[in-house]
Structures are given as C-alpha cells and as structure tokens.
DNA sequence: CATGAATGAGAGTTCATTCAT
DNA sequence: GATGAATGAACTCTCATTCAT
C-alpha cells in the first residue's frame, strides 16, 4: 500500500469515526461510509472489509491519542487535589459531550464482540487509568491531602462511578450539575472539602 | 381488546422478551419475534407495529415487577447496613448474571431513543432507588451506623456505581470479585467496615 | 405450504427448467429466475435458497419422468434387436437435440457438485439402464438374436459411449449419421447386421 | 512483442493452467489469475482480453504437446495389441487422474462456445486420434491379430468410448477396474482375448 | 381476528475493466 | 510497458410491511 493508499485509509477513518459519532456503531452501514467518503461502493472494500474494522481502526487511534493526551497530566506541577480535580473536570467535559464522541458506538461495539480479544482497548485504557489515579491518590495520602485506607479500590471506584455516569449521560442524561454533585462527593469521601469555585 | 387478545398479547410480549434477553435490542427483527412466537407474520402487527413498541411494553412490565420486589426489601426487619449490605448483594448478582437479563437490550434501547420521553421507565426507576437509599442511610446516620454528611449525593454515588459495574460487566467483563470489593469501599466511606463473611 | 404454494413451487420449477435449458446452469442467477417467473425476488426466496437447490428440484422430477419412459420400453412385444434399437434412436434423438435439453446444464452441476451425494441421480439412472439394457441382451442372446460372451460390461459399453456421444454432441457437435453409425457398428459388435431403413 | 513480453506471456499461461486445472474453467476470474501470476490487475489485460483468450492460449500449447506424445507411439516396434493397449492404458492413466487435469475446464468451455469455430482444437485432436487408430486397426486386421468388418467405425468407437469414460470420471466417478473392463470389452468386439497381467 | 404469500427496498460483496501515473 | 487504485454494475440475501383470503 503506498503513501497514497495511507492517506486515502486515514481519510477514510476519519470520515467514518464522524458517521460513527452521528450514528452510533450498530445503524452504520458500509454505504454511510461509502457515502460520507463520497468514494466508489467497491472502493471502500480495498481498505476495509467490513464496518467492524473500521471502527476497530478508529477505535485504535482513538485510544492511542487519549493516551497521550492523559499521561501528560501528572507530570505538571500541582496538588494532587488540583491534579485529581482536573482531571475529573476533564471528564465531566468529555461524558457530557453530545457531539463528537463515540461512546456510544463504543458501547453498542462491545455489546456486539463481547468475547474478549487480546487487544481489549477499553479494558486496557480503564485499567491504566485505574492506575494513574491510585498513585495520584497514594501521593495525596502521602503529603496528607487525602485520607484512604484503599487507594487502589478508591481508584476503582472513581472509574466505575464515571462510567456510571457516562452511560447514564447517554441513556437517561444528566445535567452538569449531577456531576459536579458527585465529584465534589468524591472528595469528600477522600477526606477533602472543596472551595466553592 | 377481547380477553382472548389481551392474553394473545401477553403471550408475545413473554416470549418476545426472551428474543430481547437473548439478542438485545438493535439485532432483533419481527421476523424473530414472530418466529418466537410462533404465530403468522401478519398477526404480530395486529399487536404492535415494530420492536420498539414491543420492547417498550417488555420495559413497562419489567419495572412494575422490579419495583415491587425491590420496595418489599425495606420494610423487614434489619439493621440499615444489613438492609444495603442485602441490597447490594441483590444487585451484584443481578449485575453479573449472564442470562435472563434485559440490561444490553435496555441500553441499546436507549441509545436509539435518548430524546427523553416523559414516561422514560429508566431515569424515573433511578431516581426512587435513589431516593429509598437515601432514606435508608439517613436511617443509618440517624442510629449512628453509618457517617455521612451528605445522605443525598452518597445514594446518588452508589447508584451511579451500580451503573457503572453494570455496564462494565456488559462490555469488558468484571467479576464477582471486583464488585465485592467495591461493596466494601462503598462501606468504608459510610464509616464502616464489614467483618469478613 | 397450502395447495396453492405447491403449485406456485412448481411453476418455478417448471420456469426455472427452461432457464437451465436455456444457460445451463452455472450462468444462472437467481435473478435470471425470478425474472423469468415475473415474481418478486424475494418471493423466489420462500421456495428456494439458492440456484443449487432449484436445479436439485428441477433433476429430480427430471429423473421420475424419464425413469417411467424407459422402464415401459420393455414390456412391449417386440424382438430384442427392435425393443433395443427403439432405445438407442431414442438416445440419438435426445442427443441430437439442441432444445429442451438439460444436458449441459447437468454436466456443469456434476462439474460444481462433485462430492458423490447419497442421492445420486445420474449415478442411479445409469446403472438402472445398465442393468435393463444387460437383461435385454442376456435375452437377446438366450434365443439367438444376439451373440455376446460379456452381457454385463457389453450393456455398460453401450452406456458409456452413448455418454461419449452426448457429451461430443454438446461440445464439438456430432451428425446424425455418425450416431447411426455408431448404433451399426454396436449391433454389429453383438453379431446383428442391420437391414438398411 | 519483445522477448520479454513472450516470456512473460508464457508465464502467465503457465499460472493460468494450474488455475484452471484447479477451479475449471467458469470460476476462474481475471483476479484469480492476477494473483496466482502475482502481476498488477492492469497488467494481465496488456496480454489478455479475458479468460477465454488465456483459456484458449492455454488450450492450443496442451494441443501441440499432446499431439507430440501421441505421435510418437506408433512408430516402436511391437504388435499392434500391443499399441492399442498402450494407447488405452495411458488413456486410462490420463482420465482417472484427479490433478492436473484440464479435462473439467475444456468440457466447461466447450459448453461455453458451443458455436463451432475453424480452429476447433478438440475435434482436430478428435479426428486425428480416429485417423490413427483406424490405421492401427486396420494394420491388426491384415496381420491377423484383430478382426473387424469396419475399422472406420470401430475407431470412432473406441474414441467415443473413452469420451464416455471421460466424462463418467468426472461427474458420477468411476474406478480403475471398469476402465479396465471396458478396455478388455474392445479387445474382445475386435476378437482379441487380452491374457490376464 | 388471523394467515402467510408477496413485494421491494436496501445491505453486503465481488470483479471486470479503466486510467492516471 | 506496468501499476494498482478506483469505479460501477451485478448478484445474493434479508426483512419490514402489506393485503387478499
């Protein structure tokens, strides 16, 4: 595949993640494709053989791109309160998002391969976020910002608790605030009452 | 509605609830409903027009019954951790069971139809088991079983946890272990800690 | 399937033939099918999955029709030399026959569907008429018509080389002269030398 | 055409063969001989129109290799059973053979175009194979080895036989000893009783 | 009410063939 | 000459939905 096949591939992935983002992972066809790239039926087929990879593609430069964006993060100079608390604004920003995002492909991807592949994307991204958070936490314990008994559950459970709160912006919805509620009540179990902002 | 067509319905919406336990939501068409049924291709539209009203009507069914089973729980005889320590356990087997569950095919649902209607059966579930925690922690605090400063949020945290297990367990797999614990730290950060079973 | 889907079932069949007839069998679609039907194409999809199955349909009411033509041959009263010179003009004639031959169309399925399936109707009818065609000379010879010292592999000759002249018949095209040839020279090889006609 | 262009032309007949050999003649697609040759798509149409040009390439080389063979025969010295049962035992050999066979695909593309064209390789070879065992027989008859009123015949005979065999091995299938048998059957119409091997 | 045959739109997929480089 | 990306026609197959009975 040469240089030009690269680009048409990645001009291909990047017209699908925005159909993906518009319609999820399931209504996808590869005519939507076929159409948002504004490309041949047959042509598409010389890249990808089915929506599946394509949004594992996707899926993969997703990944590698949050990555990078969230390791840069503890390295900054800050409290570990202000660390944590940015990242969970973060958070709040990204699962209240309507546009632009693929959690909700992302889902209905996994409810479809549910069996467990090597490169599980997602499982890899939770667990090594899981563990940023807890050395965050440890730190904080540490210098006397937090109090915990378990950092390493504390961070699972801050994981699930977005995650709950990511599915619920996408099924029932919820407001800023709710968020805001929660993370303050984050660190409150961490022993930390924030000023108001 | 004669009575015959009454329980003609009831009967599809039995069946077709198994289909959505078994395929989710998105993969299922009338012809497998039909199927599962067993009756004519026409007959099934004399019910419901497509799989979005059936499942809406499986939904409806669903939580008249999870209501009753889960309101009956408060009213027994217990200490408030016992009542949560017993409620949570219900959830964590609901949350890992892999058969019989409606979960997938309710987020699926949900997915295609966020505009949130006025009988939306999810956040209104939500939103009473908030409550009856809440209740139930107050409760707690009251006859200084648990600490908290905020019964409120901490019902809503829990909630959201459950949520976020949930749909951990539909995607990348979680097991009963990793709830346990999460049981435990939701314990922890009410003050207390539970002797080993 | 109601009456009228059999009969429906039929017309296709009977439709379906004349398309083999026409294209043989592998050019055959199933669009080629339903146009010829004038049916919808799904419609053809309630009767039949694929052209394979049609064509199966199509051979096997084949093989029941001609099974009765031939087996009547022999109980008419006639000497051996006419009951078996009756048989093999019949051949020629059905060889010679451009129209109304599912010749080819055969060939090509047994060429695609090779694997010997239980129910093999050539293999079948060619043995049938070995066996009949050998009774014919066992009596031909028992009273003196013909002279034969291998009844058994002389029947199977005679099979084989109408299946020669068959097949030359639908790729380098034979005369019927060569035909009636060939019918000479096999009376000849059992010691019968044919008036002119 | 430089010497170059023939070489390659040549390869991609060679590739080609053992496609045919392997699919027939009607599955095979331009792709496939693309990818057997492993040359660029555009590439094969600067040599070839379509796989009946490169079927028809391929055909007249087997024709004049075959031919070659053939002709050599009958100028050693033996008896001419003895050329005769060469002949046909290498027929036997040939048409049994599972691998490396055009046989399916000729047959294929002779359904295909039907419309008797000049340079029609397979009835060349049909004839002048007639022509030579015609001689052979002949020969054995002055010699006193055969016995045969119509050596003409006989050799067509013989050639319309092996046909049937032909194309009895690849649809119904059949074995070594009824070749042999039949081989026996022809010694005996010429008056030849074969000695057990 | 109930049936199930029939329709036709639409998704997936494959390839012969072309053409800019 | 040679490449291989691109096109688009053609085919298979599946269902939601309708409608005569």
Do not use: W
């Amino acid at each position: 595949m040469g240089d030009k096949s690269i680009k048409k591939k990645q001009f291909i992935v990047d017209k699908a993640r925005e159909v993906f983002v518009e319609k999820g992972y399931k209504r996808v066809t590869m005519k939507d494709i076929v159409e948002a790239c504004d490309i041949s039926r047959g042509g598409l087929y010389l890249y990808f053989e089915n929506t599946n990879q394509i949004f594992l593609e996707v899926l993969r430069q997703e990944s590698e791109e949050t990555d990078d964006v969230f390791s840069g993060r503890i390295t900054e100079d800050a409290t570990c309160v202000d660390i944590l608390l940015l990242f969970l604004q973060e958070q709040k920003k990204e699962l209240l998002r309507k546009k632009n995002t693929l959690v909700q492909a992302s889902y209905e991807f996994y409810f479809e391969n549910k069996p467990a592949r090597k490169d599980d994307v997602l499982k890899k991204q939770f667990e090594s976020a899981v563990k940023i958070i807890e050395k965050l936490i440890e730190a904080g314990v540490e210098n006397e910002e937090f109090y915990c008994e378990n950092c390493s559950e504390a961070a699972r459970n801050i994981m699930f608790l977005l995650e709950g709160l990511r599915i619920s912006a996408q099924t029932v919805g919820i407001t800023a605030d709710t968020v805001d509620k929660q993370i303050d009540y984050i660190f409150s179990t961490l022993g930390v009452i924030l000023e108001e902002e």
